[in-house]
Every structure is written in structure tokens, then in C-alpha cells.
């Protein structure tokens, strides 16, 4: 009897710790392909901020190559796993817009924010159906103002307003949620 007790707590800690570690290797595949898309739109940002600090010359490129970039990136990606951008308060609303899900994490995170508690590493990672989804906050910066803060320059709220008639993603300040990346990983 105590034997067999002993035997089966034994293998709900193993199976336990089998199913963390199976996490812990979601949660990094994850990550690694949020840097992907990060990195991709940051570097050519930066490039086009560094050329016209302004910022139209970077808007006209986003406009044009925000969703290109996203999907050159997801083509390099195994097909089980993808990666998104979105938003509570979107630009884009073809391709950016939150799912149920989507909105509830990014209004954990905006709690986390309001109580000091979300930092450079947090992470939430929510199962939906056989996708493991791992999503990373998007906290506005300094460099983000021009296009998604209170006071744009006219010219950018004009380039805005001609790309995205329906732009919901101005008002924001320095320190707030602006979006998250979002990988989704298939059981595979
Ligand atoms: C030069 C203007 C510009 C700057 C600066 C900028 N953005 Fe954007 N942002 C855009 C445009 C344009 C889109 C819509 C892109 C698209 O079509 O997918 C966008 C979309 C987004 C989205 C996707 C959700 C949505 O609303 O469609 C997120 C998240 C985002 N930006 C975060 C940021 C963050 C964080 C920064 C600062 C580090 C930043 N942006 C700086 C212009 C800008």
C-alpha cells in the first residue's frame, strides 16, 4: 500500500516535472521567435528614424512594410509556430486586431504596469486549444511618441490618418502598455 503510494507520488512529481520542462522549452522557442519579428522591425526603424528623425519617412515604410516584415519572419519560422503583433488599441485593423485572449493578457499586463510589477522579463503564457501562446509586452518608449503619442507633428498625424482611417493607437505615454508580441506554438 505505502509502496505504491510512494510509486505514484513519484510519478506525478516526474510527469510534473516532465510538463514544466516541456513549458520551459515552449516558453523559450517562444521568445526566440518574438526577438525574431523584434529585432526585424526595430533594426529597420532605426534606419529610417536615423535618416528622417521627423519620423514620415519611417511611417511611409511601416505603412508599406510592417505586415511584409511580419510575414518574411514568419516564413522562416516552422510551420506549427507563428508570430503576431496586436494591440488593445490597434492601427492597423486588418491585420493587428486582439482575439479574447489577446485583450486579457494585455489587461494583466496593464495592471502589472499600474502596480510597478511588469519588468524586462515578464512573460505570459496561456494554452488555447493545442497552441501554447507565449506574449511579451510592447511598453511605450520615448521613440514611439511620434507616432503613437498625444502631440503629432501634422504632417505624421496626416500620413496616419490617409493609411488608417480607423487609427485607434495615438494618446499613449512613455511607460504605458503600447502592444504585445505574440508567438503561438502548435502541439506538435
Ligand atoms: C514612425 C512611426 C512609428 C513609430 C516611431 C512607432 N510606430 Fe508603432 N506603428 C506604426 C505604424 C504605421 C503601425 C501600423 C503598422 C502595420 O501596418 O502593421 C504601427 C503599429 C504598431 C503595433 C501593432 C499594433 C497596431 O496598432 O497595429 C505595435 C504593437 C506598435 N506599433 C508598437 C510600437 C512601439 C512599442 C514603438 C516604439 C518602440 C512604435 N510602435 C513606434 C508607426 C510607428
Redesign the pocket.
Known amino acids: 500500500m505505502r509502496r505504491s503510494f510512494i510509486a505514484v507520488a513519484a510519478l506525478a512529481a516526474f510527469s510534473m516535472t516532465l510538463h514544466a520542462a516541456d513549458m520551459d522549452s515552449t516558453k523559450a522557442e517562444g521568445i526566440k521567435y518574438i526577438k525574431m519579428l523584434g529585432k526585424a522591425?526595430?533594426t529597420e526603424?532605426k534606419a529610417?528614424?536615423k535618416k528622417d528623425p521627423s519620423?514620415?519617412?519611417?511611417?511611409a515604410?511601416?505603412?508599406?512594410?510592417?505586415?511584409k516584415i511580419?510575414n518574411e519572419v514568419n516564413a522562416k519560422l516552422p510551420e506549427y509556430a507563428k508570430v503576431r503583433?496586436?494591440?488593445l488599441?490597434?492601427?492597423?485593423?486588418?491585420?493587428?486586431v486582439p482575439d479574447a485572449t489577446d485583450k486579457k493578457v494585455m489587461e494583466k499586463f496593464e495592471q502589472e504596469i499600474a502596480q510597478k510589477k511588469l519588468n524586462k522579463k515578464t512573460i505570459e503564457i496561456v494554452k488555447v486549444g493545442d497552441t501554447t501562446r507565449v506574449y511579451k509586452p510592447?511598453?511605450?518608449?520615448k521613440?514611439?511618441?511620434?507616432?503613437?503619442g498625444t502631440n503629432l507633428s501634422p504632417k505624421?498625424a496626416e500620413a496616419?490618418k490617409s493609411?488608417?482611417p480607423n487609427?485607434?493607437?495615438t494618446g499613449f505615454k512613455e511607460g504605458s502598455l503600447?502592444?504585445?508580441?505574440v508567438a503561438e506554438i502548435k502541439k506538435h
Do not use: P, Q, W
Open positions: 522591425l526595430k526603424m529610417h528614424m519620423g514620415l519617412e519611417a511611417l515604410f511601416c505603412s508599406g512594410s510592417a505586415d511580419t503583433r496586436t494591440a488599441k490597434v492601427r492597423n485593423d486588418k491585420v493587428n510592447l511598453v511605450t518608449k521613440v514611439c511618441l511620434k507616432c503613437h505624421i496616419i493609411a488608417y487609427d485607434k493607437a503600447r502592444g504585445v508580441i
